[in-house]
């Protein structure tokens, strides 16, 4: 699927999603605007849930909130009965603010502040996946100060490098995250963890990167994971019996992606468990993932209104929309790919069923990010569909924001029927990685994010307003600073 699950063509011409028309949505919550469908959302986690109940070994599944975290989005992911992972004290706060239960949290990140590592540890967060020495031995000291003992798995760096953007890569043995096997430091952070009296080693985490579409890779990882435990084990005389093998699952982004199924996934992980566990002599009774784009990822659209058109005879065309990089950082920063359509004339598509987008005839969009005709008049036998409401060639466009910059391009190639000042363009799995990743770049306050579900919407998050991006700021010469000041005490410095 590209588009939620819900996505359908009305027969006026316009796209709805969870049963909501997108000019409506629109006319309320104006654009640029994130919609979220909550039952692509119920139908990831459920797939989930009941694709990894093997029965003879046990699971959990973890949301990873960096994907996208709201309160509501928490909640959500509460009440279908997933834990959650964080990796900040700001996600940590946003799912404790849900009602998430501490128990169920999973707080992840290689930099851990002492102040984050209390408020966990004051909060009772389930468990810590440490990733360094430094956090381990601070860990430590602070659960000894409370008189607590914490659960941690401790993040290995396999060696296993997922085909993937190189930024989206963790598990090579050169990565920030984790600690090396490598050297032998993840052994030694076994020792360590295993001489803290304050901690408690429950299983081995590693997460080798995001956007995989080749899933045999976790055959690996789990042969590695294993195989560690299994050296652990004997050498230190405990039993780990948990393995966290991260999140990671690809979605599709555009119609040539053909990323591999939640079941596909849950097949694999299970024969590899099976299979090495044998092999290294190990009983593995829990296994827990961390999906994040999965989840998320194509049950999220972004509704932009077109503004100005510049055509660019032989050379280029623009379609300048109301947003971009602030909300959309993906493309520049991973040369993402993403299709779109434009949502309030569709007359150019026959339907939308399970999320895949089927044109009329004359009108595929096919190698929308390769095709470079600069001849449009060639496209015009392309529009012989005498049955399509209007004509027009399809015309190759970039879809262009409206920051300062040169590189604020959504999609450098797509072919589309003649788009006009004011329709809406929809660009399809932006649940991931685009609301968490955007900023306020240029002054542009953040969007609004909208949830649909059966013909009614809710507001999730709203729009940003102007005052909200001056709200702290302080004037010229308004908030002094000194050093002998009693300002200078340490509630009023961040
Ligand atoms: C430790 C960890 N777990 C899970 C995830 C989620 O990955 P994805 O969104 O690809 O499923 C990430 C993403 O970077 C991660 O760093």
């Not at 080798?208 to 652990?232: A, C, R």
């Not at 529009?383 to 004509?391: A, H, I, L």
């Not at 609004?448 to 909200?468: F, I, T």
Request: glycine content about 8%.
């Amino acid at each position: 699927m590209l588009l939620p699950i819900t996505a359908k063509k009305t027969n006026d011409d316009v796209i709805e999603i969870g049963g909501c028309k997108l000019t409506e949505l629109r006319n309320v919550f104006k654009t640029p605007l994130y919609i979220i469908d909550i039952e692509t959302i119920k139908k990831q986690c459920n797939e989930y849930l009941e694709s990894f109940n093997y029965g003879d070994i046990q699971s959990e599944i973890i949301y990873a909130s960096k994907a996208f975290c709201t309160v509501a989005m928490c909640q959500l992911i509460k009440q279908l009965g997933l834990s959650i992972d964080v990796s900040t004290g700001g996600e940590l706060f946003i799912a404790l603010r849900s009602g998430f239960e501490p128990e169920k949290i999973y707080f992840h990140g290689n930099n851990k502040s002492e102040d984050e590592i209390k408020f966990a540890l004051d909060y009772k967060v389930g468990t810590f996946i440490v990733d360094n020495f430094d956090e381990l031995e601070t860990l430590n000291q602070l659960a000894y100060q409370r008189n607590i003992k914490q659960k941690i798995m401790l993040r290995i760096t396999p060696g296993i490098k997922a085909h993937t953007h190189k930024y989206i890569q963790t598990g090579a043995i050169e990565s920030k995250f984790g600690f090396g096997l490598y050297g032998g430091y993840a052994h030694e952070a076994v020792n360590k963890a295993l001489s803290f009296e304050n901690i408690e080693l429950i299983g081995i985490h590693a997460h080798i990167g995001s956007q995989i579409f080749n899933i045999e890779v976790y055959d690996k990882l789990i042969d590695t994971m294993i195989s560690f435990i299994s050296e652990i084990n004997n050498k230190e005389k405990i039993t780990i019996d948990k393995i966290n093998i991260g999140g990671g699952l690809g979605i599709k982004y555009t119609s040539e992606d053909k990323p591999a199924t939640i079941k596909q996934l849950s097949e694999v992980v299970y024969k590899a468990i099976k299979k090495y566990s044998e092999k290294h002599k190990v009983s593995i009774n829990k296994v827990y993932l961390e999906p994040g784009r999965s989840i998320i990822g194509n049950a999220g659209v972004t509704l932009y209104e077109v503004g100005n058109i510049k055509y660019i005879p032989q050379l280029k065309n623009y379609i300048a929309i109301d947003g971009g990089i602030s909300d959309n950082i993906r493309p520049v920063l991973y040369q993402a790919k993403y299709e779109a359509w434009i949502a309030n004339r569709s007359y150019y598509i026959d339907s939308i069923r399970d999320g895949d987008v089927i044109v009329n005839e004359g009108y595929e969009i096919k190698d929308n990010n390769k095709n470079n005709n600069k001849n449009y008049n060639n496209n015009s036998e392309k529009n012989s569909d005498k049955n399509n409401k209007e004509e027009g060639s399809l015309i190759n466009y970039s879809i262009v924001g409206k920051h300062c910059e040169s590189g604020d391009v959504i999609i450098e190639d797509i072919l589309l029927p003649e788009v006009k000042k004011g329709d809406l363009i929809l660009v399809g799995s932006t649940g991931a990685y685009c609301y968490s990743m955007s900023s306020n770049y240029n002054g542009q306050p953040k969007n609004a994010v909208v949830a649909v579900e059966n013909g009614k919407c809710w507001l999730w998050v709203e729009r940003q307003s102007y005052e909200d991006l001056v709200s702290k700021d302080k004037k010229l010469y308004e908030y002094e600073f000194c050093k002998h000041d009693s300002l200078f005490d340490e509630k009023n410095v961040y």
